[in-house]
């Protein structure tokens, strides 16, 4: 079953706009990525963030956690028509003695030039 | 540094038939995971294997099964396929059974006429 559920399902701006994805998620996680995905080919890795952060940066990128809410928002600052791609949040969670990525259904992002 | 690699890249076999997919991961990690994609949703976790063993399972029908080598390569085998059983593929590898970032190969894109 799907953990995550992005929002919006889809989204289109034009060059050099900020994107803002957002995540939620069910159950208590270890840490929540965000992955990219161009034209149904593998995932990207773009970002973790633990549990216990609330903020973190990489380059454009700008990703907050709210574990009271269970939500997490992917922020791209001056977007570029290479971004137009699929993006996924997945959760890793507590406990198991596996790992696991759960996915959600992921925002279709369109940086139109 | 060579990422991910699955192979085939395409393939399609008839309903009933049986198929075997193929990763080798980066060099270095010995864990492999496979995930399924179907059209318009996130990735779904079939399979984890670390050191040769299975240590983690989805929720996937028995037709589904997996080993991993002693060079850490793994194949993923689907019998008796079903339409349903349309999808991306993906294989992801990491260092450790639990490592944080997992890195994905391309995927395979299986379909079933």
């Known amino acids: 079953s799907q953990q995550g559920e992005e929002d919006p399902q889809a989204l289109s701006i034009q060059e050099g706009e900020n994107a803002t994805m957002n995540c939620s998620y069910k159950t208590s996680i270890n840490n929540l990525q965000w992955y990219r995905q161009n034209s149904g080919r593998g995932l990207v890795h773009l970002i973790l963030i633990r549990s216990n952060e609330r903020e973190k940066h990489s380059g454009r990128l700008r990703v907050t956690l709210d574990t009271s809410k269970k939500s997490s928002s992917l922020l791209i600052t001056a977007s570029r028509a290479a971004d137009t791609a699929s993006y996924f949040c997945?959760?890793?969670?507590?406990?198991?003695?596996?790992?696991?990525?759960?996915f959600g259904k992921g925002t279709l992002l369109t940086v139109n030039p | 540094d060579a990422g991910v690699t699955q192979s085939p890249t395409h393939l399609i076999k008839t309903r009933g038939q049986q198929v075997t997919l193929r990763c080798s991961p980066i060099s270095g990690h010995k864990s492999v995971s496979w995930y399924q994609q179907v059209l318009g949703q996130g990735p779904q976790f079939i399979f984890q294997?670390?050191?040769?063993?299975?240590?983690g399972r989805g929720n996937f029908p028995d037709r589904f099964s997996a080993r991993q080598f002693p060079n850490y390569s793994s194949e993923l085998n689907v019998n008796a396929l079903l339409l349903g059983d349309s999808a991306l593929y993906l294989c992801a590898s990491s260092q450790t059974q639990k490592n944080t970032e997992a890195f994905f190969g391309q995927g395979t894109r299986l379909t079933v006429v």
């Open positions: 294997y670390y050191e040769k063993e299975e240590r």
């Open positions: 997945a959760t890793a969670n507590t406990g198991g003695s596996n790992y696991k990525l759960t």
